[in-house]
């Protein structure tokens, strides 16, 4: 009787440890990013539930003075942003924010619809994120004014990407950006694409590249006849990142001038060149409850 009841608790233990070896290999992946933004672009990364994240993101001017502004440090060309996120349930993350560039607030959502898996039962993870900008300017800042109704701007995207190796992760992204007030011969709305990636290179750090490329769609155009000089310019960036548990700290440079991404996917005009380049740093910072 003793031996049966040794097999059954031997049976019952062997079973335990597979289903438990089961369970691990079907858990999301970890370290995917670092951090919930690479450079100006989102990724997959929320915090766990009940986590609220500080976020400073700074861009100077462009390098082309050289030491005369110090390569853009001391440059008015500046953009900076302050944020709060938080995350109220598991996968879901709300937020705030305000940036120098027009004296714009944003609201933004971020939800991971899949996670990748370690057994790649879900092979990839894919995220939706979106957010609202409010132009914050007096109301005679433009010629004719401004109305309440052309203060906003969208941007939305779709995020699919995958931890391919312990150093390598990769994603890509279609984005949809509109903006009720541009500039004369500017379109409302653009489609882009975008490209990330991280290469972890120590225990916390890490290079980081994107790309955005805006896309010229004649369907959703409301020029007659497009001028070359009018269509946004696709961004490049690299940078370095640092990580520890609770903070986050990458510095980076591009040719992108403003940090929300619609601003960047309708009105980035600057080409991708060594003059057009400026340096970038963003902090986070993590409390958890």
């Known amino acids: 009787m003793k031996y049966k009841i040794l097999f ?49 993101q700074h861009k100077f001017g462009t390098i082309e003075n050289g030491h005369s502004d110090l390569w853009g440090v001391y440059s008015s060309a500046s953009d900076i942003r302050l944020a709060l996120n938080y995350v109220p349930v598991e996968n879901v993350q709300i937020g705030a924010g305000i940036s120098r560039y027009r004296m714009t607030p944003d609201f933004n959502l971020k939800w991971n619809v899949l996670s990748q898996t370690a057994s790649n039962k879900i092979p990839v993870f894919v995220t939706l994120y979106g957010n609202m900008g409010i132009d914050g300017r007096n109301k005679d800042a433009v010629n004719g004014g401004i109305e309440f109704n052309e203060r906003f701007s969208y941007f939305s995207q779709l995020i699919v990407g995958r931890k391919f190796t312990d150093w390598l992760s990769l994603q890509g992204a279609v984005s949809f950006s509109h903006a009720n007030l541009v500039n004369e011969y500017y379109d409302h709305d653009r489609v882009g694409l975008h490209i990330n990636g991280r290469i972890k290179v120590t225990p916390q750090g890490a290079i980081l590249c994107t790309y955005d490329a805006p896309l010229s769609i004649d369907k959703i155009s409301e020029q007659a006849s497009y001028n070359p000089q009018y269509k946004p310019k696709p961004t490049l960036a690299f940078g370095y990142e640092i990580s520890t548990y609770t903070h986050i700290f990458s510095i980076y440079a591009g040719n992108s001038g403003s940090i929300l991404q619609q601003n960047t996917m309708i009105n980035n005009s600057r080409s991708i060149s060594k003059d057009n380049f400026a340096i970038g740093f963003t902090i986070t910072r993590l409390w958890m409850w």
């Open 8 to 56: 059954i608790l031997l049976s019952l233990l062997i079973c335990t440890n597979l289903w438990a070896q089961e369970e691990e290999s079907d858990s999301p992946v970890t370290d995917v990013f670092a951090g919930s933004m690479i450079i100006d672009n989102q990724t997959s990364y929320i915090p766990s539930a009940k986590t609220l994240e500080f976020a400073i």
